[in-house]
């Protein structure tokens, strides 16, 4: 019931916002995950979730859901009937997800290892398998960008097995490629300046509408802020998916979140990628 009670008062905040695009989103973050026996727990996730939202908020995007701690569950991020498409709190509810929280590194990866998100949600698991579990943009599922900001939960070797298969009308995802000993950082302003730059920040002066930080595309501001707070060989990834490899790389490059572009349909995948 408490994960329901906010749902609703979630949903009655994004109502009350006078949104600029009819583009929403929701955000899932975690610091605490001792109490699932996992290690360690996290300082920031919370922090810099609730930093994302602030921007996003101030741009004119409605609110959906936002959800922290053991309220993140795995089956938010599988797909299927009550699932990804739950009204309190599915990953493909919303235009666009940002999860901030552990992933699992590999250490090092092969082209066939999952790669997972780790929440710590009592009673529903705790690991999603995003190749063999997650699909967005199907069944009615409206999420275009998510935006997995997390361990190692998009490495490059394994792209195509674990990225290519949830690509059901999702748009853009983004995320980092990595290994045990080359990590993700815990970071408190990541997901903000990601946030920012994907937005872009406007002030009126004298009168004037001047735009002091220019929105970028989603794969440009992944670019400028994925390597913020990450060590050594850890990469910054985007992937895109279209009907022609032309329209893929061309969507991954230039797509803002605001741009209202439709759906893809086609199975050609475009990703890029910069390393630390």
Known sequence: MKRFIGAIAAMLLSLGVAGAYAQNFST???NQYSTCGITPDLDNRL?????????????????????????????????????????????????IYLFA?????QNPPTATDPDYLVTCSHGTGMFTDIGASSRWGNAGGRLQFAFIDASCPMDLIS????????FEGLHIATGHSGTASHDTLDSASRSEQFAMRTTGYQTTFLGFVISTVPAE??????????????ESQVCAVVVANDATADAASHRRDNEFVFSGWGNPSGNWYAWRWVCN
């Open 28 to 30: 899932g973050a975690v």
């Open 47 to 95: 922090e810099d979730a609730k930093r994302f939202r602030d921007w996003y908020t101030q741009a004119g995007f409605p609110l959906v859901t936002r959800w922290e701690n053991d309220d993140v569950w795995n089956t938010d991020f599988t797909d299927g009937p009550g699932k990804d498409m739950d009204p309190s709190g599915g990953s493909d509810l919303p235009n």
């Open 101 to 105: 929280g552990h992933g699992s590194c």
């Open 159 to 166: 792209i195509g097995h674990n990225w290519f298969p949830p």
């Open 217 to 230: 595309s989603v794969a440009w501001a992944w670019m400028d802020t994925g390597l913020i707070d990450v």
